[in-house]
């Protein structure tokens, strides 16, 4: 039987010992494990930045894989914990949107929440239940429990209003949704809806600025030359070949992208 794998997700860097006390206490129940880092260098307390990541992660592991998402700036308040079964993968992460993108793609079939103190450490830190609440919940599931042994159903979870660009016949208006840390400004505009208008010259500009070509690859465009192109999560991104064309343009997330034909 393959190890049981667990995936974690988080804004805790690793300057700290917050991520590897996870694993710690993940081990301590389920001495086989995996674990695997998605990343821990997510910006503090952004939840959106972490649905994106996990949702352009997930479906690259083997199928039974545990998500570990600790991301929660609410964490000590009335916030839930929750546990999602999707039937390929399972996740355990705080109730605030960060499974937003992953259940949108890939619904649950079982959503419950973490109420089963047993499967929890005996204290619960009022400001690290990363570690005494997720990480037990996650290992427990590794050891095989049912998702359903952790608590109640849920019922309604809470869902992040992530932007969606607007697709007319002969434009889309979308926007940044992130930046990686090479600067790329990725948008909420996926391949489909370009290609709907790419049957002639467009013009792509984002924020005040026009982006002079599509390439297919970073090293299509000249050096530091501002471009687009789809990236490995299909969307289209702006890039600057060998620089950053976030600092290069000077914006980030939320500006504004429009393509639309060329008249």
Sequence with gaps: MARPVIALLTDFGTKDHYAGTMKGVALGICPDLTLVDISHDLPAHDVLSASLELVAAYKYFPAGTI?????????GSTRRGIAADTGDYRFV???NGVLTSVLDEHPAKKVVELTERKYARPTVSRTFEGRDRFAPAAAWLAKGIDVAALGRPAGAIHRLDIPQP???????????LRVDRFGNLIT?????????????????????????????????????????LFGSTDHL????????????????RGAPVHVARRA
């Design 166 to 176: 607007d697709v007319a016949s002969d434009h889309i208006d979308g926007q940044v």
């Design 237 to 252: 991104e702006v890039a600057a070949n060998g620089a950053s064309a976030a600092a290069r343009l000077d914006l980030g």
């Design 93 to 95: 992460a705080p109730d």
């Design 188 to 228: 909420n505009i996926d391949r489909r809806a370009f290609d709907r208008l790419a049957d002639g010259p467009l013009d792509i500009r984002v924020g005040e600025h026009a982006v002079p070509r599509v390439v297919s690859t970073y090293a299509d465009a000249g050096d530091g030359e501002i471009c687009a």
């Design 67 to 75: 998500f570990l998402v600790v991301v929660d700036p609410g964490v």
